[in-house]
């Protein structure tokens, strides 16, 4: 059944015409350190996951505790996409 799916869907779609566009968001949904690791090495080795992390950024009230996180909210995602670095 799967294949006489397939076959159907590669029928009527010519690959090589079809463009498509994407955006990550993880790191901006999902916090780990190997997606964000600046917003964790400051509370590692504490920190191997979002809720460790969490609990570690809120007990830093000298450092804005949780509040670190709303800065990187405003930032990671931006108005123009041609700021970005390219890779």
Same mark, same amino acid.
């Given at each position: 059944m799967g294949a006489r799916i397939f076959a159907r869907f590669?029928?009527?779609t010519d690959?090589?015409?079809w463009q498509? +566009?994407?955006v990550?968001?993880?790191?901006?949904? =999902?916090? #780990?350190?190997?997606?964000? /690791?600046a917003l964790f090495q400051k509370y590692?080795?504490?920190?191997v996951d979002e809720w460790t992390?969490? =609990?570690?950024m809120a007990a830093d009230t000298a450092n804005g505790g949780? +509040?670190?996180?709303? #800065?990187?909210?405003?930032t990671f995602i931006v108005s123009n996409?041609?700021?970005? /670095?390219v890779l």
């Open positions: 590669t029928q009527y690959h090589r015409q498509t +566009s994407s990550n968001l993880g790191g901006w949904f =999902v916090l #780990e350190p190997f997606i964000t /690791p590692q080795p504490a920190a992390f969490s =609990v570690a949780l +509040s670190q996180l709303e #800065e990187h909210y405003k996409p041609k700021s970005l /670095p």
